[in-house]
């Protein structure tokens, strides 16, 4: 990596502003999911046993620059110092001269966690006076919040001009790694596209029709794909704005050799009475019908070309994975991908859930932590908050 990363700098007794993604769900004044808590501490232990002064940054939920009670961070706290296995001092603010006081006096190898950036209207405007004041906390600054690297914030970009160093931490060094292999990948290289929208992927798959081998698509946007082709989709969602771009794609994958796969079989459902309804078909969609997932000759087919991949990047649902019956395709691609010999790598909310509802997410070589983050990774651009890192030296 061409970034400078948390294992570059000298962090003992060193005050270290770490920005981390503990933007978790919170019921009752409880953490419900705290997966992303936990994909920070292997950053957050590194610096604590390197006698670092960790002082950990991070985003709750949308509060508009306005402070919400019910948004504040305190249960992040309370449940990061149960994993951490050591006292987390919260912060009730995360700028101001009391909390500055609060950081100078930590010892190394102590730990305090601010209060919600988003507090502050500063952060996402990526205001330069918010900014210096983040930065008069540490001298040096980790990111590990990927799935935040895409917005130019001021706690991702902003702070980076008035620290020492500004490194990547361990997780954004581990997401940078396995998805660059993505951009310059070995061969055969298999890309899935699922999800709703076409419109959300174009960027993604006009960068990497020019690198993959195969491109399959499922979930609703393989409809707007198939009508552009002239097939009937019945109810299917399909965007029509759509249609000519997709045209434009399939022609140009053929034009360049990218074997780009729609499905030949749908399970298909009336939307007013889902279960009692679905059936599945091949080939045109009858009207009133719509297809909520892709068919088991098309499983098959995805399978086969999946198991024979060098490399395989998946971002999006198959179908309506998150109702049964209509979970089927989208988990029998996700235990596909798990038993590729392959490198597997799966970005996106939806995508990381499926692999997770299907048990498999522990065989694959990457879930990447971002959403928007990763789309736009994939799509070739650069992510301010990766851009605003250090150079090596």
Partial sequence: MRKLSIQDLDLSEQRVFLRVDFNVPI?????????????ALPTIRYAVERHAKVILASHLGRPKGQRRPELSLAPVAEKLSALLGQSVLFMPDCVGDDVKAAVHALNGGEVALLENLRFHPGEEKNDETFSRQLAALAGLYGNDAFATAHRAHASTVGITRFVRQAAAGLLMQRELEYLSRALNPDHPYVLILGGAKVSDKIPVIQNLLTLADTILIGGAMAYTFLKARGQDVGASLVEDDQLDLARRLLAEAQERGVDLELPVDHVIARLEDEAGSAQVVTGDIPAGFAGVDIGPRTVDRYRSRILSARLVVWNGPMGIFE??????????IARAVADCPGTTIIGGGDSVAAVRQAGVADRLTHVSTGGGATLEFLAGVELPGVAALTDKG
């Fill in 27 to 39: 019921k009752d004044g409880q953490v419900t999911d705290a997966t992303r808590i936990e994909a």
């Fill in 323 to 332: 109702r049964p019956p209509f979970d089927h395709g989208t988990v029998a």
